[in-house]
């Protein structure tokens, strides 16, 4: 009698203040995931709360070894929790996905069936964005600009949920970066990719923890980190005005000496010189800023600090 080798799935699921989302999340997917032929594991990452997040999870997963959790000493910021979500994975399948309930696990099953017709990554779209109008035109802009500034031809209308192999896991742990733009990176990374439509929910219950101003971070993040433009303009720019000057003086130089006999007010001086020292100080500042992230990088600080582990031997 030959033994039936199941395939694990991993369900990597960053929390921050979830405590009002995350056991309708364990229920709504425990029921999809043992519907699959699959074994399957959740692994949870903490990213700091200090609600009842963590001592829900914690009672479910005294009762079950399949609840996972990795606990932050204090906030990293999601980008860290997924990684380290990947790290403590053990499936062959790891499919990431926020607690909101935002993509929902009733769509688990069609990742599934799309990843086992031999993609390394499949992405979720969103059919429609059920979002307000102001955050859909940030989110327009954000990833207009961003395909622009760095070439990554990101799939347009990404949900959170995704799913990819061991291979691509593995692959994507070897990127050591502290700025860790995780779309950036999965593109980066290539392989077989794949999309599949999704529906959209609104968010369960609780507070979405990306304002305005941590979107803002996250775009300046992604560009910053996957595009060397900023660097190209400054010097563009800066050689354009050099040689405006240059025009600009040898006019004043030939207009003096065979037209008019004029006098140069202070003012423009003055304002010549405001204008063309915001410019370099702007554009210092944009060095100054990879100066900054390449210094962050070289000092190699692990990526995240782990308080506990539950379910999972260290
Ligand atoms: N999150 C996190 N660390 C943070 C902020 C958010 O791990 O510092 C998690 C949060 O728990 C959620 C996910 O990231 O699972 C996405 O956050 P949210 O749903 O608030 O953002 P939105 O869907 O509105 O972009
Ligand atoms: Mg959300």
Do not use: A, E
């Given at each position: 009698m030959g033994v039936e080798i199941r395939k694990k799935l991993s369900l990597v699921v960053p929390v921050y203040y979830e405590e009002e989302c995350i056991l309708q999340f364990i229920k709504e997917t425990e029921a999809?995931?043992?519907s699959l032929p699959l074994d399957f594991e959740f692994v949870f990452v903490d990213d700091g709360s200090t609600d009842r997040t963590v001592e829900l999870i914690k009672t479910a997963a005294a009762g079950n070894p399949r609840i996972?959790?990795?606990e932050f000493?204090?906030?990293h910021g999601k980008q860290a929790a997924v990684t380290a979500g990947i790290n403590f994975s053990s499936g062959d399948y790891l499919l990431y996905m926020d607690p909101d309930l935002q993509d929902p696990p009733v769509e688990i099953p069609r990742f599934v069936a799309e990843i086992e017709k031999g993609y390394d990554l499949v992405f979720g779209v969103r059919k429609e964005k059920r979002d307000g109008l102001i955050n859909k035109m940030f989110s327009a802009i954000f990833w207009g600009v961003l395909e622009k500034f760095t070439g990554l031809q990101i799939p347009k209308g990404l949900a959170v949920m995704r799913i990819f192999n061991r291979k691509f896991a593995d692959k994507f742990l070897e990127y050591p970066e502290q700025n860790r733009f995780i779309e950036g990176i999965f593109m980066h990374i290539g392989m077989k990719r794949s999309t599949i439509l999704i529906e959209q929910r609104d968010r369960f219950a609780g507070k979405s923890k990306f304002n305005f101003k941590r979107k803002m971070k996250l775009a300046f993040d992604a560009i910053f980190d996957f595009s060397e433009l900023p660097l190209k303009i400054s010097v563009r720019l800066g050689?354009?005005?050099f040689l405006l000057g240059l025009i600009v003086l040898m006019g004043i130089v030939v207009a003096k000496s065979f037209f008019i006999d004029f006098q140069l007010g202070w003012p423009s001086v003055i304002g010549a010189i405001i204008l063309g020292s915001g410019l370099q100080l702007f554009f210092i500042g944009i060095a100054a800023i990879y100066i900054g992230r390449t210094y962050r990088e070289?000092?190699?600080?692990?990526l995240f600090s782990v308080k506990e582990l539950t379910n999972i031997k260290a």
């Open positions: 999809v995931l043992q996972k959790l990795v000493s204090y906030n050689l354009f005005l070289s000092k190699r600080r692990p």
